[in-house]
């Protein structure tokens, strides 16, 4: 069976200066595959090419059987791909329910649809309910990434990239993050997860890629990468190898 995603020897660069070589890679239909790697290692890059906010050099990107490499990010999300950015990128002087709603853009034409989608979201996340009417601007960064998963939510992805949800977000939040994004993908959608945090990503994903100065240079399944001694000492630290357990919050 193709796979829902396949990037076949990607290469990125920004101008004249290269990213990212030769990555090939898949996500499966209802897979949570994660990226990891240290700062600079291509892993947003590479979502922003799945995304269609840069577009490749050479390569292909196929999606549910269909070649997207030159598509632009509009015409992929209306095929079902959404992307959460690094640093959430909410409207800060929009409303939580207006952030939203932005969110569901293709289906604008459809009220009925889109206040199904705004309580699916808000039972997902009954704090954003509270705050519907506060400007995004003033929620905390938890908040702020409940709300940018949320918003790529009111699109109804097949495939939703994650680019870095833990960056600057307290344990306990981030905890609650990563139970959500199992419920996501519990739920039937799947997930590609960009993640500096490995040992959250290790944990929470089935399949991984490690990318170093953008090329992959393993893969596998999660529990193989794990033990993996150059992923224990470059990712999650020796002391942490030696600890780490699957603690994967439940869904």
Not at 113 to 119: D, F, G, N, R, Y
Not at 201 to 225: D, K, P, W
């Amino acid at each position: 069976m193709e796979p829902l995603l396949a990037a076949d020897g990607l290469e990125l660069a920004y101008g004249e200066v290269p990213a990212c070589r030769d990555l090939s890679f898949h996500v499966a239909q209802g897979e949570i595959v994660a990226l990891i790697g240290a700062n600079g290692a291509g892993k947003s890059t590479t979502l922003r090419a799945i995304a269609g906010v840069l577009h490749p050099r050479a390569g292909s990107i196929r999606f549910r059987g269909q070649d997207i490499t030159r598509l632009p990010s509009h015409a992929r999300s209306a095929l079902g791909i959404s992307l959460v950015p690094e640093g959430r990128r909410v409207f800060p002087f929009l409303t939580v329910r207006e952030n939203l709603e932005l969110g569901a853009f293709k289906y604008r034409r459809d009220t009925g649809k889109v206040t199904a989608l705004l309580a699916s979201v808000f039972a997902m996340f009954p704090r954003l309910a509270e705050r519907g009417r506060q400007n995004a601007g003033t929620l905390s960064g938890g908040e702020q990434q409940m709300l940018a998963l949320g918003r790529a939510m009111m699109s109804e992805p097949r495939l939703i990239c994650l680019d870095e949800p833990s960056l600057g977000l307290a344990p306990m939040v981030i905890a609650d993050i990563f139970r959500t994004i199992k419920a996501i993908n519990a739920a039937g959608t799947s997930v590609l997860l960009v993640e500096q945090n490995a040992r959250y990503a290790l944990e929470t994903a089935s399949r991984g890629y490690v990318l170093q100065t953008g090329s992959i240079v393993a893969s596998g399944n999660c529990a193989t990468l794990r033990d993996d001694e150059r992923v224990r000492r470059a990712y999650l630290g020796r002391s942490a190898a030696e600890r780490i357990t699957l603690r994967a919050a439940p869904n």
